[in-house]
């Protein structure tokens, strides 16, 4: 009944840390922790539905999965949500929505989420162009340690020369 230890559990599966690798086990135990409310559980749990790993692939499921991930705090979720509506995978495709949830998970410090969000400014996918404001999110990732958003800084700020 301790909804963290059945994500532990859903993760030693998942990896096959100690115990025979079994993804099917996983999402089983991703899904009882993401019921009592361990967003990590959630999040993996949308991964295994995005990927077809331990269920059949499912976009519409994976986005429903994510969507709880992110509402319990987990910022990969969010990114992985804005992914989604970038691609239109299991939603309708919508930049202006792709740019909320790639905020929301920027906020949160998830690298990723700030790097495609400073492109979607670059090119004024979803937002207004705006390239001082790309520049600032290409920075912020790169601060994460995210070597892309130094990449992308470091090439739009050449341009701008």
Known sequence: GNSIGCFGLGSLYDEGDGVKQDYFVAADWYKKACDGGVAEGCYSLGYGYYNGRGVKQDYFAAADWYK?????????????????????????????????????????????????????????????????????????????R???GCDAYAELKKKGR
Do not use: F
């Open 68 to 144: 709880k991930a992110c509402d319990g705090r987990d910022a990969k979720g969010c990114g992985m949500l804005g992914i989604m509506y970038y691609e239109g995978k299991g939603v309708k495709q919508d930049y202006v929505a792709a740019a909320v949830w790639h905020k929301k998970a920027c906020d949160s410090r998830e690298a990723g989420s700030c790097i495609i969000l400073g492109l979607m400014y670059k090119y004024g996918q979803g937002v207004r162009q705006n390239t001082q404001k790309a520049l600032e999110l290409y920075g912020q990732g790169c601060d994460m």
């Open 146 to 148: 995210e070597q892309r």
